[in-house]
């Protein structure tokens, strides 16, 4: 089984933002040594528990801390930007570590209304464009990208693009990396419902794209590991409160699900978030490998303690490969 990292690089302990990205550079290097394929960091926006707003910058400095580890964004929030620029910074990136770097999108605000307007007007409507979006950028990531006939290339070029990821929570999402053959990660940390519809229109659906010649689906797991039952459940359920964003609502615009949230024994328990001793987070693993038939997972860790939150991907990286 392949397991990479999926950090939301919090602010955590009375840290500042300085100390937070550190300790994300800490985390790729411990999950490099301790055989984690993937590094990937998300964008948040005006969240004060949530340090990376840029995930391309992060990931520039993380590279030259580590050797091998696969490096990405989970997910860089495409409606808020021009694929032009996009696909610029991640050749960028794939130029600096060649054969190390992902491009992993989503379609999220990355906070509230208000933030989501500042950072590029109208959200929804650029939503909407989200079909054109993935057009244009797959065709820039693939060398094959015109505007009004002429040709652009997004410069510099890799010796080898960015592998391209889609991250979502649904059948739309996952029909959007059907039709632009990109690889699919299911958010199953944000959702309360199991992957198989979105897998199932995925799968059915997908067309082979240079980038992508074949289906490739990772699924992304809230996990929380600890020597006894107790405590893992204890280290999860004081996470969730700790990161929201000042003057967030209760409606899905205007909040953004991270492990945690659910209470132990809510509705979403065991799909969320895996929560136990390595050896049982490891065996719930590997039957969700078998229901879902893909052998990769993109770990979420969410504590109020760094030492902690290393601990656990430490623990279920030996339970699983020993």
């Known amino acids: ?134 057009r244009s950028l797959t065709e820039l990531v693939g060398g094959r990208y015109e505007y009004e006939g002429v040709p652009v290339t997004a410069r510099p070029v890799p010796a080898e693009p960015p592998e391209l990821w889609l991250l979502g929570t649904n059948a739309r999402s996952a029909g959007y990396a059907a039709q632009f053959g990109t690889g699919y990660v299911f958010g199953q940390f944000m959702s309360d419902a199991g992957a198989e519809e979105a897998l199932a229109a995925y799968r059915g659906g997908f067309v082979p794209s240079r980038l992508c010649p074949s289906p490739r689906v990772m699924i992304a797991v809230g996990a929380v590991c600890a020597e006894t039952e107790a405590e893992a459940r204890q280290l999860a359920a004081s996470a969730g409160a700790l990161f929201r964003p000042e003057g967030a609502g209760d409606s899905a615009a205007d909040s953004t699900p991270l492990p945690g949230d659910s209470p132990a024994g809510g509705p979403a328990e065991g799909r969320r978030l895996l929560a136990g001793r390595p050896e049982d987070v490891a065996a719930q693993l590997r039957e969700l490998s078998r229901r879902y038939g893909t052998d990769e997972f993109i770990v979420v860790t969410m504590t109020g303690d760094y030492r902690k939150r290393l601990r656990s991907y430490k623990l279920l990286a030996e339970a699983l490969w020993g």
């Not at 964008?43 to 993380?62: I, K, N, S, Y």
């Not at 933030?115 to 650029?126: C, I, K, Q, T």
């Open 1 to 134: 089984m392949k397991l990479g990292v999926l950090d939301l690089v919090p602010v955590l302990n009375g840290a500042d933002t300085s100390a937070a990205l550190e300790q994300a550079a800490r985390l790729a290097q411990a999950a490099e040594a301790l055989g984690y394929g993937r590094y990937w960091a998300a964008e948040h926006h005006d969240m004060p528990g949530l340090a990376c707003t840029a995930p391309e910058v992060l990931l520039a400095h993380v590279g030259a801390r580590t050797r091998r580890i696969r490096l990405g964004s989970g997910a860089l929030l495409l409606p808020h930007y021009r694929p032009l620029k996009v696909a610029e910074s991640f050749h960028m990136l794939a130029s600096l570590y060649p054969g190390r770097i992902d491009l992993g999108i989503g379609r999220a605000p990355g906070g509230t209304a208000h933030v989501s307007m500042a950072m590029s007007g109208n959200f929804l409507e650029h939503v909407r464009e989200m079909p054109e979006l993935l």
